[in-house]
């Protein structure tokens, strides 16, 4: 039997276990999940005569090396910054790898000894990045062989609540890591390009410049740009493109409001609050307003923020009890956006029967002889449960699939990858139309940017 | 004779040097001034049987060594950073050494060495570092020695241009470094203390979060908060203190309209624009504003950060010129920050005849048996010239004072130092004073920022 190798077993497992699994038989497979802890939810999804899991931790070199020499192919899902000793002993071992995390440069550095080993380094293979990079390409690469120059590009993705789930005034409750959340668009200033112009968005402007879209049957979302938008210009090969815009995807209002926190400041990670511990979520509140005892917190926080009192973002903060003085922080030493989170936490968890839902949009221009075309393109995947959950769907699948392509050899170049090739994206493409995933197209009259073209 | 080397000769050097060599016969002292570039300002100031000037490259670690060598006491005026080098050979040569910089931790690890060799590493004595430490010490020494409890204390520093010459509407000229202004308020939230609460500011808020102070005879001025008011606290012997702020001293008005530069990204230093060089000033603006064709980059700026038509703000940035679509950036690879400094230094450059201005002011709030007091103390400073500045007076004088009174073993003490031990600041603050640099004093009912108290 072929060995796959699970190492790390997180949110986004299900999928990729049970598809794995569900093959087992006819592709003649043998699936071990290896993790420092085994959930009770892992052995469920695993009970399979073709499954193990065992414990394992990935700091000793010597049971990590065991385990890998025992395998044909080696997935990680553990931490991104914890792929690279995986990455170094599948290459010692000459085996294969997929994981859904980023490129780090020191992955990207075992590019020569991978291609030298025949070996296939596969990332970014998850929703995002991954699911976009693959529909992308499909399309962007369709409308270049038709002889046509792509002119904009834009791509969105959001992680958010079902629609019969969505029960708070955000629209919003965490379907994944928090800390992301609220640590969003931090570190430099958002920076894309518009009908040819270079456009850069601070961190304390980035929530007021969001944009709008329509899904059909999903309503009205909004997007907030990402950090880096140019990130793929070249790997998507758009160096001559007009518009190139990445985003985040939310329900239209959560922008305006997060805003407040990146104003008074609570989203700030570099330093610690004074004796955090012992603070309410009110005295939290008023650490970001004026000293002026004669005035509430209230009054302060709308004064300077200028919030008027008929304002809805003003139920969204009372929502979030962020004026309790009796609920206390309990954070030792925490930053500001620790503690937000921790308030966060307390109204954006899941319940136990809500399903996330995972919406994402992208725009193409392009033109031949003048003439100016666009397709928008926007898939929506909803969770079925807290297990199976459209994230670990879309995350999970795409991994699988490839794993067992790359097993099979229908993936076959070798070397530090991305799912930007055809080789990649169409076979894992059309099997994810089988599970669900697939994407509405439509074409619409070239918007842009510059109401001079219309 | 007694040998003063005075390393590095910039803007401050004027009244240091006139100091020294209008003592120079009757103490019986020889100035040598080193610095790789000798300017003709430094050559008329040193006109004078002993002095004389020497070409001296820092990093040349042998020539360093004998200029060193061969005197009593070492001044050092370079950068900041470069400091260190001259302090250790101070130690090997066992000479003692004066700068106005802050006391870095690689200077504060020298403290050991110097005790050891009873030599007096003597920093942060100009102005601010400087003046503030000695200024306030005195009064709060005082305040503690009758008795009374500090509950209060704030301390203001600014360098602006004198009143005379105060002739554009930011009410605001470049008296010292342009980049230190442009990057303000960077690199953190600002911390104080408030009434007993710790207090953050954000960046984005440290502009609108503004004091007035009224000084007699110079009007009204506004503060912003500086990074780090509780860095001094532990020094100045203020561990149970209510209220502990510190900031910058600007012309009112000055913040209100900063803060447009600040929340239009345009202060950033972390990252470069794309093709800067060949930007317009209009260029520059507008990549801080959304694509809009149909719109001018003036109407969308006043949209975006919401400014009537009839706000002086609007006029402060026309005065700027920063719609001109003529005027070219010509900096490769510039930061915002960088190309915002160079606009500023065309509107902001002190004409030919323009004199400076130096604010202080500190607020001390005490009290004895339930009784509160407060003592404010303003010192306002103006230059003579474009060498002898308010500024070169300011840092200067307290060096030179400083430098002679070690030479004459009136400032004992050895080690890493800052003026805040009686020893130092009572003989140079009574020095200081006839010079014309002198604090006002008042006794004022007792404000704090609790109007309950009253």
Redesign the interface.
């Known amino acids: 039997m072929r060995q796959i190798l699970i190492i790390g077993s997180g949110k986004s497992s299900a999928y990729l276990i049970k598809y794995l699994l569900d093959k087992s038989i006819s592709e003649n497979l043998f699936v071990t999940v290896a993790d420092i802890h085994i959930t009770t939810t892992i052995k469920q999804i695993g009970n399979h005569k073709n499954f193990k899991a065992i414990t394992l931790d990935v700091c000793n070199e010597a049971a990590r090396n065991e385990a890998i020499k025992n395998s044909n192919i080696v997935v990680s899902m553990l931490p991104a910054s914890m792929h690279i000793d995986v990455a170094k002993d599948c290459i010692k071992h000459r085996k294969h790898m997929v994981t859904a995390s980023y490129v780090s440069p020191e992955m990207q550095a075992l590019n020569h000894d991978a291609i030298a080993n025949n070996l296939i380094l596969m990332n970014e293979i998850g929703l995002d990045p991954g699911i976009d990079h693959m529909s992308a390409m499909q399309v962007l690469d369709t409308i270049r062989d038709n002889g046509y120059e792509v002119i904009l590009f834009e791509s969105f993705t959001g992680g958010l609540v079902a629609p019969e789930n969505d029960t708070n005034l955000w629209n919003y409750k965490f379907t994944w890591n928090p800390r992301n959340v609220v640590v969003a668009g931090q570190g430099?200033?958002a920076?894309f390009l518009?009908?040819g112009?270079?456009?850069?968005?601070?961190?304390?402007?980035l929530f007021r410049?969001t944009e709008f879209l329509d899904i059909d049957g999903f309503g009205r979302f909004e997007v907030y740009a990402n950090r880096d938008s140019l990130k793929y210009q070249s790997a998507y090969k758009l160096n001559n493109i007009k518009t190139l815009y990445r985003g985040t995807i939310r329900r239209v209002g959560f922008s305006r409001a997060w805003n407040i926190f990146?104003?008074?400041?609570m989203t700030?990670d570099?330093?610690t609050?004074?004796?955090s511990e012992n603070m309410s979520y009110r005295d939290f509140v008023?650490?970001?307003?004026?000293?002026?005892?004669?005035d509430s917190v209230e009054l302060k926080l709308r004064h300077?923020l200028k919030i008027d009192q008929d304002d809805i973002v003003w139920d969204k903060l009372v929502e979030l009890d962020i004026f309790n003085s009796e609920k206390k922080v309990q954070l030792k030493k925490a930053t500001?956006a620790q503690i937000l989170q921790k308030i966060l936490i307390d109204s954006w968890s899941l319940a136990q029967n809500d399903k996330d839902m995972i919406v994402m949009y992208h725009k193409f221009g392009y033109q031949k002889n003048g003439k100016k075309h666009q397709i928008d393109a926007s898939m929506v995947v909803l969770g079925d449960d807290q297990t199976y959950t459209a994230m670990a769907k879309t995350v999970g699948l795409p991994v699988a699939i490839a794993t067992l392509a790359i097993l099979n050899k229908k993936i076959k170049t070798p070397g530090v990858q991305i799912p930007i090739t055809p080789e990649v994206y169409q076979p894992i493409l059309k099997e994810l139309k089988t599970f669900g995933i697939t994407f509405q197209e439509k074409e619409v009259p070239y918007l842009g940017?510059?109401?001079?073209n219309n």
Do not use: C, H, M, W
Request: charged share 20%; net charge neutral.
């Open positions: 430099g200033a920076k518009q009908e112009t270079y456009k850069y968005i601070p961190y304390n402007r410049r990146v104003t008074l400041g700030d570099s330093y609050i004074e004796d008023n650490a970001f307003l004026p000293y002026s005892p004669s300077q500001p940017y510059n109401p001079l």
